[in-house]
């Protein structure tokens, strides 16, 4: 919208580069170009502004397919005003000199040209497809027939607009239809979703299996090697038990030997002790049987002394001297000793 300042009556008009300025004064063309500026009074003016720079208009209708679904379309048209003088003389491009602001709606005649002439066009393609071909392949046939049916509208270039590009947004069909429609694709996924989960278990449980196998080839190995190892214990065992009793007999044989042998030399002394004292008893005896029993007595007096305390002097009576010289068969004496 252009910029319009007043002073002492005047008015001062200032466009934008993107703007064209119509200005008709008493019904003559006065100015006429983009982002020009000019005083003016506005009791006698009549300006028009057309844009020039692109516009995007962004449409969405509904249509029917071949099999009586109903699809929305969106879709995005780009156009730009080429020709502003023919395009302010087919529509209402004027605007309030005071204000600057359109008096009419002349861009929402422009959509309503262009979204009714796309409408047709695309209703024209959508009537001949079913709903699965214009799900799948209807966005592509329905941009190109709109830009064609655009470039040979005769009203679009009398009217001075040149449509830039056509843009099929999406072909959408209704919410329940839209779900029943992806019932089967979500089936299919979660069937092959299910199938990847199933395999992945099947998986998981294989190897929970060989690792299970492994385990038990291994406990099975560890109690072979076990039962092994017992009986190698009891073999070492035995041979332990072997060898120590063996030993136990070679010990007890040796002490046997030994004590035996101890005993007979004991024997052979106590014999050997015995005949030497008996030997010597029998000498002995000889000897107390061939000695006069005088002296018998005099060697058993002189033993008795022996272990006698020590007597210094002993006093005889006459009787006793007398007696025991009559058993000594000697005479009788009253002396001292």
């Given at each position: 919208?252009?910029?319009?300042?007043?002073?002492?009556?005047?008015?001062?008009?200032?466009?934008?580069?993107?703007?064209?300025?119509?200005?008709?004064?008493?019904?003559?063309?006065?100015?006429?170009?983009?982002?020009?500026?000019?005083?003016?009074?506005?009791?006698?003016?009549?300006?028009?502004?057309?844009?020039?720079?692109?516009?995007?208009?962004?449409?969405?209708?509904?249509?029917?397919?071949?099999?009586?679904?109903?699809?929305?379309?969106?879709?995005?048209?780009?156009?730009?005003?080429?020709?502003?003088?023919?395009?302010?003389?087919?529509?209402?491009?004027?605007?309030?000199?005071?204000?600057?602001?359109?008096?009419?709606?002349?861009?929402?005649?422009?959509?309503?040209?262009?979204?009714?002439?796309?409408?047709?066009?695309?209703?024209?393609?959508?009537?001949?497809?079913?709903?699965?071909?214009?799900?799948?392949?209807?966005?592509?046939?329905?941009?190109?027939?709109?830009?064609?049916?655009?470039?040979?509208?005769?009203?679009?270039?009398?009217?001075?607009?040149?449509?830039?590009?056509?843009?099929?947004?999406?072909?959408?069909?209704?919410?329940?239809?839209?779900?029943?429609?992806?019932?089967?694709?979500?089936?299919?996924?979660?069937?092959?979703?299910?199938?990847?989960?199933?395999?992945?278990?099947?998986?998981?449980?294989?190897?929970?299996?060989?690792?299970?196998?492994?385990?038990?080839?291994?406990?099975?190995?560890?109690?072979?090697?076990?039962?092994?190892?017992?009986?190698?214990?009891?073999?070492?065992?035995?041979?332990?038990?072997?060898?120590?009793?063996?030993?136990?007999?070679?010990?007890?044989?040796?002490?046997?030997?030994?004590?035996?042998?101890?005993?007979r030399a004991d024997?052979?002394?106590?014999?050997?002790?015995?005949?030497?004292?008996?030997?010597?008893?029998?000498?002995?005896?000889?000897?107390?049987?061939?000695t006069d029993p005088?002296?018998?007595?005099?060697?058993?007096?002189?033993?008795?002394?022996?272990?006698?305390?020590?007597?210094?002097?002993?006093?005889?009576?006459?009787?006793?001297?007398?007696?025991?010289?009559?058993?000594?068969?000697?005479?009788?004496?009253?002396?001292?000793?």
């Open positions: 919208m252009a910029d319009i300042t007043r002073r002492l009556g005047w008015r001062h008009l200032r466009s934008a580069p993107t703007a064209h300025i119509r200005h008709h004064r008493h019904g003559r063309l006065v100015h006429d170009g983009r982002g020009i500026g000019f005083w003016y009074r506005s009791l006698s003016a009549a300006l028009s502004e057309v844009p020039v720079d692109d516009r995007e208009l962004a449409m969405a209708f509904h249509a029917r397919t071949a099999d009586f679904q109903d699809v929305t379309v969106q879709a995005t048209v780009t156009y730009r005003i080429s020709d502003p003088a023919q395009a302010a003389d087919r529509l209402d491009f004027s605007v309030d000199p005071d204000t600057g602001t359109w008096r009419g709606t002349p861009l929402e005649q422009i959509a309503t040209l262009l979204t009714e002439t796309a409408q047709q066009h695309a209703l024209d393609v959508l009537t001949g497809i079913p709903l699965a071909d214009a799900l799948a392949n209807g966005a592509a046939r329905v941009r190109e027939r709109v830009a064609a049916g655009l470039a040979a509208e005769p009203r679009l270039p009398a009217t001075g607009i040149d449509v830039v590009t056509v843009r099929v947004v999406a072909i959408r069909p209704e919410a329940e239809v839209e779900r029943a429609l992806r019932t089967p694709a979500r089936e299919r996924i979660q069937q092959e979703a299910d199938r990847a989960t199933y395999e992945r278990r099947a998986v998981a449980v294989e190897r929970e299996r060989a690792i299970a196998e492994n385990e038990l080839a291994s406990r099975i190995e560890l109690a072979r090697r076990e039962e092994q190892l017992v009986e190698q214990r009891g073999t070492n065992s035995r041979r332990e038990a072997e060898e120590e009793a063996a030993a136990d007999g070679v010990r007890a044989e040796a002490q046997a030997a030994r004590t035996t042998r101890l005993a024997a052979e002394a106590t014999r050997a002790k015995g005949a030497a004292r008996a030997e010597a008893q029998a000498a002995w005896l000889r000897a107390h049987g061939e005088a002296t018998l007595h005099a060697l058993a007096a002189t033993r008795a002394a022996e272990n006698l305390p020590r007597i210094d002097s002993v006093t005889l009576s006459p009787d006793v001297l007398g007696a025991l010289l009559g058993r000594l068969g000697r005479p009788s004496a009253g002396t001292d000793a």
